[in-house]
Nanobody
Framework: QVQLVESGGGLVQAGGSLRLSCAAS????????MGWFRQAPGKEREFVAA????????YYADFVKGRFTISRDNAKNMVYLQMNSLKPEDTAVYYC????????????????WGQGTQVAVSS
């Protein structure tokens, strides 16, 4: 059984920072890809960032490069998303995802999702 629990969302002014956390349960975390996706009202869920399990390579959507950083602590089964220089367009529900995969440079969500944490950025 895999469970993902996000925390750390909230309301922040433009230019501010937030750090999202995702606590994962289940085995084989250290070799699993982990990712973050987000969904804004009226929009489809979109890829934000991923960390590969095998090599800990990191991948980012173009719109967050240089502002967001994904990291993980395999000993604690935790994955984080540090978000800096936040913009109003970053407002969305952010979801933690286990086993995202990439095809032709497009990232797709894996089977397991957290419940999401709301991030709201005011202008």
């Amino acid at each position: 059984q895999v469970q993902l629990v996000e925390s750390g969302g909230g309301l922040v002014q433009a230019g501010g920072s937030l750090r999202l956390s995702c606590a994962a349960s289940g085995r084989i975390f250290s070799t699993s890809n982990m990712g973050w996706f987000r969904q804004a009202p009226g929009k489809e869920r979109e890829f934000v960032a991923a960390s590969t399990g095998s090599s800990s390579d990191r991948y980012y959507a173009d719109f967050v490069k240089g502002r967001f950083t994904i990291s993980r602590d395999n000993a604690k089964n935790m994955v984080y998303l540090q978000m800096n220089s936040l913009k109003p367009e970053d407002t969305a529900v952010y979801y933690c995802n286990k086993d995202p995969s990439r095809t032709a440079s497009i990232w797709y969500g894996g089977r397991y999702w957290g419940q999401g944490t709301q991030v709201a950025v005011s202008s």
